[in-house]
């Protein structure tokens, strides 16, 4: 018991140096903070950015559960399927190469 205290107190200890991500409020009673608005706009467009890949896991790919025993199988899963992920996200952009190499060949 005593050594898992510890862990829980060092792991707080190293988490209090992370950057707070959390949109705060704008709105009071003197008016609208601008600032602040400005800095949760950032943080939202930065939230979407890292969180569009998962929807494209859970909603395209359906990995939605794990799928194997042992995690060195779901690793390797979703190594790849983070990989599939990124052709999906370029596929306008490698379509458009395609046309191009195959314009260029003929």
Not at 27 to 46: L, M, P, S
Request: glycine share 4%; with cysteine; hydrophobic share 35%.
């Amino acid at each position: 018991m005593q050594a898992r205290c510890r862990g829980i107190v060092s792991q707080a200890h190293s988490v209090t140096s992370a950057q707070d991500m959390t949109c705060r409020r704008t709105k009071y009673r003197d008016g609208v903070d601008e600032e602040q608005k400005r800095k949760n706009r950032t943080k939202a467009r930065v939230r979407a950015k890292v969180e569009w890949p998962f929807r494209v896991l859970k909603r395209v790919f359906g990995f939605t559960k794990v799928r194997y025993r042992g995690l060195k199988k779901n690793h390797e899963w979703l190594c790849a399927a983070f990989a599939t992920i990124n052709i999906y996200q370029h596929r306008r952009r490698l379509a458009k190469i395609n046309l191009q190499m195959a314009t260029q060949g003929a």
